[in-house]
């Protein structure tokens, strides 16, 4: 119970970090799409618990970096990495592994690259 309010809580915070707040793009790099924008608006309030399901599942994997496991035998990053491509997969979407970064894409498809 304490879980799932909490996700209901921290789930438009986390969209809004995630729109927001960019790690590794400039501030000019930033600028997220109106249609990207609308698509996550309807994405929450069309499929809210579907949402925080897979938000819970993707924080139940310990993904901080442990120095006695390496990365590449870490079942717990290795979880996350099978669990995004299995979404990836059920979703439609394109999914590239390439060690340390996974890249899941929209494919050839003309507004991937808009």
């Known amino acids: 119970m304490f879980k799932k ?4 809580t921290l789930l438009p915070l986390l969209l809004q970090c995630a729109f ?9 790099d930033a600028a997220v799409s109106a249609e990207a ?4 608006r309807y994405a929450l ?6 949402m925080i399901s897979s938000l819970a ?7 901080v ?9 870490n079942p717990q ?3 996350f990495k099978r669990y995004l491509q299995q979404e990836a997969q059920r979703l439609g979407f394109d999914f590239h592994d ?10 050839g498809a003309a507004s991937a690259w808009a």
Do not use: C, W
């Open 20 to 28: 927001h707040l960019p790690v590794y793009a400039s501030a000019a």
């Open 45 to 50: 309030a069309t499929y809210p618990e579907a």
């Open 57 to 63: 599942k993707m924080v139940s994997f310990n993904t």
């Open 5 to 8: 309010l909490a996700l209901r």
């Open 77 to 79: 990053h290795a979880g």
């Open 37 to 40: 924008q609308d698509a996550a």
């Open 98 to 107: 390439y060690g340390h970064v996974v890249v899941i894409g929209m494919g």
């Open 65 to 73: 970096a442990d120095p006695a496991v390496p990365f590449a035998s």
